[in-house]
């Protein structure tokens, strides 16, 4: 069976940094995207970054482009999220996905729609 499992979360002053760790584990090839979504308490889930696997092309959204970077090791099949310069804003619970349309997800990696598995979460707090 496919397992994500996220790393890294914890608590941290506003500027400080963390870095959330996902393996993913149960399947020999790699998903065609893997993203990282977080979702605040009462608010509804949202997109982070997207990384494609075979082009390693990049999303991410709006309040985080330039302090966040994704990165991708296919080998081991990791992705990892580099957290910069972090905001209070930036407190929730964040969840690593793996999509796969040929299994019958939709092609929508800027959705959690276009996610078919996902990890339990790693909480990530910011303040002072």
């Known amino acids: 069976q496919v397992q994500l499992a996220e790393s890294g979360g914890g608590s941290v002053q506003p500027g400080g940094s963390l870095r959330l760790s996902c393996v993913v584990s149960g399947v020999s090839y790699n998903f065609d995207y893997m993203g990282w979504f977080r979702q605040a308490p009462g608010k509804e889930r949202e997109v982070v970054a997207v990384i494609y696997t075979h082009s390693a092309n990049t999303h991410y959204g709006h309040s985080v482009k330039g302090r966040f970077t994704i990165s991708q090791d296919n080998a081991k099949n990791t992705v990892d999220l580099e957290m910069n310069t972090l905001e209070p804003e930036d407190t929730g619970m964040y969840y690593c996905?793996?999509?796969?349309?040929?299994?019958?997800?939709?092609?929508?990696?800027?959705?959690?729609?276009?996610?078919?598995?996902w990890g339990p979460g790693t909480q990530v707090t910011v303040s002072s």
């Open positions: 996905a793996a999509g796969d349309p040929p299994m019958g997800t939709p092609f929508e990696p800027l959705s959690t729609r276009g996610y078919k598995y």
